[in-house]
């Protein structure tokens, strides 16, 4: 039996509204006060309860300017998603994140995450950022280990660890990234090398963290080209990954994990790839930039 604190409470409001627990569990008054106010569900594993997240990744791109306007059109056509089963992030470089924050305060089921974290908590570390950084910029979630960084800033399996840990434990929700290069696929080593990523960045962590991670797969070869991956494709390394998870915690620790799909995702695919069981959602550049592309993806069985 397990005693729901307030501070679970706290912490599941500030990244999505869902708090998992292995089966029983007991609420003291002021926690079942807590649920009501911050608008958290209990779940205890199982697909249907995986929350659809659609995470708008801008990377290096928006003046301060250009951010509150974005953020403002996305914010202002989103509606209510609380009902919905699904939540909306986005993503904008560190400088515009406390910008956008105040110009999605009060949107219901809008996060805001940041596209990198350091592990260390502070100190002589110039050009990086920490968790309580974000956190006081408003920021519930990051992105961990985009290919990008892995490519062009030296971000290895180990530093991806590192940072999920630090992000779980200041109770930021880690979107860890994987996939596989064109040369990787084409000599059939995609699977093993999405394997050893998603080993490499849940390495130590426990089975309840593991719960509370979200997982984008984002085959290289379909970042920014214009090619997607089939929803076959997308759909085949989705359930491996979701078996790797199983593996390392268990089966319902596994069906708990939102795994998005990256990689073109625009409104014209969208559908297809979200109608697969084990695609939970997608971690969207370019088409995150237009509001209007946006708000097609997160509505995107209207
Ligand atoms: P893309 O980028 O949608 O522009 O392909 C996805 C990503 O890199 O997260």
Known sequence: MRLIQYEDILSAARTGGKL????????????????????????SGGSSMRKIIIAGNWKM??????????????????????SRGRIAVMCPPFTALSSVASSISGSKGLYLGAQNIFYEDKGAYTGEV???????????????????RRKYFG?????????????LEKSLTPVICVGETLEERESSRA??????????????????????????YEPVWAIGTGKT???EQAQSMHAYIREQIAGLSDGAVAQSVSILYGGSMNPAN?????????????????????????LKLVHFDD
């Open 61 to 82: 791109n928006m003046s301060n300017e250009d951010a509150v306007r974005l953020s403002r059109a996305v914010a202002s056509g989103l509606g209510d998603l609380s």
């Open 229 to 231: 991956a089939s929803p």
């Open 130 to 148: 920490s968790a309580d950084m974000l956190i006081s910029c408003g920021c519930s979630f990051c992105i961990i280990g985009h290919s990008e």
């Open 270 to 294: 969208v559908k297809g790839l979200l109608e697969c069981t084990d695609i939970d959602g997608g971690l969207i550049g370019g088409a995150s930039l237009k509001a209007e592309d946006f």
């Open 191 to 216: 699977f093993n090398v999405v394997k050893k990523q998603i080993t490499g960045a849940l390495q130590g962590i426990s089975k309840e963290d593991i719960a509370k991670v979200v997982i984008a």
């Open 20 to 43: 998992f627990t292995d089966g029983k569990y007991m609420l003291t008054p002021l926690a079942k006060e807590a649920l009501k106010r911050h608008n958290v569900e209990i779940l």
């Open 155 to 167: 971000e290895t399996d180990e530093t991806v660890n590192k940072r999920a840990k630090k992000a």
